[in-house]
């Protein structure tokens, strides 16, 4: 389940409806979809992948402009790895949807409305969620550096990211719920750097 959190307040939750109606006025979409009875293992291809989920992916193109799906699977051993993540950690917008389904990993998406405080969303495995064009973000993966997400896209150029370079992103340390020292209940947050 996803986590919320507005590291300039502190203020963090996990409740699904709550993150939804929060999201709402930011035209972000949240869901969380079962990945249990898929028949899908670690060993699944991309293919597989995207095949178990074929009906949802339909479903997604019908609700928004998406034309067309991929699977990309990243952990420690990817070649280039850093590099790529170094593409999605600076603020950014696209001139589409971002779309990602979380099949197994965990990553942490940063928003900066503008009209109101930056604020994260970590996501895990049956997380969805819909950037809309337009929308300040940046990505990172959890500690682990392990993720496979299926990504939806408008464009079949696929994914072109317009950057801000403004240094907003470096102002934000990205800790997942695992990697806090100081836990409480179900609460974990980026933090602002001091
Ligand atoms: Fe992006």
Redesign the pocket.
Known sequence: MAILSIPVTGESFSDAEKIRDFLRPFGIWYENWPTAGKGLKQASSDNEILSAYSEEIETLKLRASFVTADVINVNPDTEGLEAMLAK?SKE?T?SED?LRFCIEGRGIFHINPQSSAVFSIEMEAGDLIN?PAGTR?W?NLCAEKSIRVIRLFEDSTGWT?HYLENGVDSQYETLCFSELKIKSDDVRTSVVKP
């Open positions: 999605f950014h696209h971002e950037v973000h990505f990211p």
